[in-house]
T-cell receptor
C-alpha cells in the first residue's frame, strides 16, 4: 500500500537557518504530493503541493520538488523564522482517491 | 462563520460510555473525513464519506460509527469508549476533483 516516510524530529534551528525536512514515499501509481503544516492547537492546513514529476510546489518561502526517480519530496526553506515553528506533514494521494496518506510529522522549533 | 467546525473541542468521558463528536462544514464539499492523531502514528483515517448517505471505512474504523444524513454534517460516534481511543480527532473536507483537504480545529478526547 501507499506510505510516506519523513524524518523524525524534533528539528531545532536558529532563526535564519536553512531548513530541510526529508520525505520519501511509496505508491503504486502517480501520486500527488503535499506538505501540510500544523500550528500549535490548530488543525492541519495545506502548505504546498505538486501533482506530477519535476513540479515544484512553493508557498511562504517553502519549496519542495517532486522527484520521481528518488521518490522524494523534501521540504526546504532558505531562512526560517520563529513563526515557522510547527509540525510539518508530508502526504500523498494516489489512484484518483480523495483519500490522503500522511507521514508521522516532523516538529520544527525555531529559536531566536 | 464559514469553514469547518468541530464540537466539543475538549471532552473527558469514562470507559464504556457512548460519545459523539460533531463536524460541520459550510462549503458544501462532497467529501468528509475523520482522522485520529496520535504520537508516533501521524494521522490515521477512521472513516470517510463521498456524499450524503455514502460512507466507507478507513485504516482504523473499529469501535467507531459514522453517519451522513446531510452534506454539511459528519458526526463520529464511539459506541463504547475505550482508553485506547484517547486521542485528538480531526474532521476534514474536500471538494470533488481536489485532493486538498480542509481541516477543523480538532477535538481532544480523553477516556478515563
Amino acid at each position: 500500500g501507499d506510505s510516506v516516510t519523513q524524518m523524525e524530529g524534533p528539528v531545532t534551528l536558529s532563526e535564519e537557518a536553512f531548513l530541510t525536512i526529508n520525505c520519501t514515499y511509496t505508491a503504486t501509481g502517480y501520486p500527488s504530493l503535499f506538505w501540510y503544516v500544523q500550528y500549535p492547537g490548530e488543525g492541519l492546513q495545506l502548505l504546498l503541493k505538486a501533482t506530477k514529476a519535476d513540479d515544484k510546489g512553493s508557498n511562504k518561502g517553502f519549496e519542495a520538488t517532486y522527484r520521481k526517480e528518488t521518490t522524494s519530496f523534501h521540504l526546504e526553506k532558505g531562512s526560517v523564522q520563529v513563526s515557522d515553528s510547527a509540525v510539518y506533514f508530508c502526504a500523498l494521494s494516489d489512484r484518483g482517491y480523495q483519500k490522503v496518506t500522511f507521514g508521522t510529522g516532523t516538529k520544527l522549533q525555531v529559536i531566536p | 462563520d464559514a469553514g469547518i467546525t468541530q464540537s466539543p473541542r475538549y471532552k473527558i468521558t469514562e470507559t464504556g460510555r457512548q460519545v459523539t463528536l460533531m463536524c460541520h462544514q459550510t462549503w458544501s464539499h462532497s467529501y468528509m473525513f475523520w482522522y485520529r492523531q496520535d504520537l508516533g502514528h501521524g494521522l490515521r483515517l477512521i472513516y470517510y464519506s463521498a456524499a450524503a448517505d455514502i460512507t466507507d471505512k478507513g485504516e482504523v474504523p473499529d469501535g467507531y460509527v459514522v453517519s451522513r444524513s446531510k452534506t454539511e454534517n459528519f458526526p463520529l460516534t464511539l459506541e463504547s469508549a475505550t482508553r485506547s481511543q484517547t486521542s485528538v480527532y480531526f474532521c476534514a473536507s474536500s471538494e470533488d476533483n481536489s485532493y486538498e483537504q480542509y481541516f477543523g480545529p480538532g477535538t481532544r478526547l480523553t477516556v478515563t
